[in-house]
Each structure stands twice: as C-alpha cells, then as structure tokens.
C-alpha cells in the first residue's frame, strides 16, 4: 500500500487549507483512513479519521468544528478540509491507512504516507 499526500503550505491563521491523500494497492478491504501530525519535539496525534463508507468519522477536540475530514473511494482519495486554522496548527500532517475501522492510535495504522508540511502563522 502507498500513500501520498498534498496540499500542505504556509498559511496564515485564520486561512484555510486542503490536504490530499492519494492510495494505491490496498489488497484488503474495508479499510479506514485517518490524518495525524507531529509538531517538533511533540509525540505524533491522531487529527482525524473516517472509515470505509463515511459514516462514521473522528475529530481530535482541537479540530472539532475548524477541520472535516473526507473520502472517495472511487478515486482512493481522503481529504482533509482545515478552515480557521491556528499557529497551533503547525506541524508535519500524515495519512493512514488500517484495516477495518477507524481509530486514533497511530500504532493501529498499517500503512503510512509521506508526511506533508502545514505551517500557520500569526
């Protein structure tokens, strides 16, 4: 399974951005896809996650109501919708990849993508 993520940049707080998550290879289904980043010096958390039909979607407290998390599995793509953002924002964003359903452990995740850069300024 490959994983390969866009769409970070520098913003400014109050912006927004869209991260983008391209998969490829997955031989096991349903599977779930989920976010994370990792400020420096931080451990890496879980941002949000969101399983294989969509129905059911998890938002860290510090996103809820800012970020939306999406997918298509038609073009085995996910998103990540970030409005309001805040300098508490910055960090290096990741996509996931698990069997089954979501989750907010990073160790749960198979499959890791490359990492993408969001930086927000004040």
């Known amino acids: 399974v490959q994983l390969q993520a866009s769409g970070g940049g520098l913003v400014q707080a109050g912006g927004s951005l869209r991260l983008s998550c391209a998969a490829s290879g997955h031989t096991f289904g349903p599977y779930a896809m989920a976010w994370f980043r990792q400020a420096p010096g931080k451990e890496r958390d879980s941002v949000a996650a969101v399983s294989w039909s969509g129905a059911s979607t998890y938002y860290a407290d510090s996103v809820k109501g800012r970020f939306t998390i999406s997918r298509d599995n038609n073009k085995n793509m996910v998103y990540l919708q970030m409005n309001s953002m805040k300098p508490e924002d910055t960090a290096v964003y990741y996509c996931?990849?698990?069997?089954?359903?979501?989750?907010?452990?990073?160790?749960?995740?198979?499959?890791w993508g490359q990492g993408t850069q969001v930086t927000v300024s004040s």
């Open positions: 996931a990849t698990k069997r089954g359903g979501p989750g907010t452990v990073p160790l749960a995740y198979d499959y």
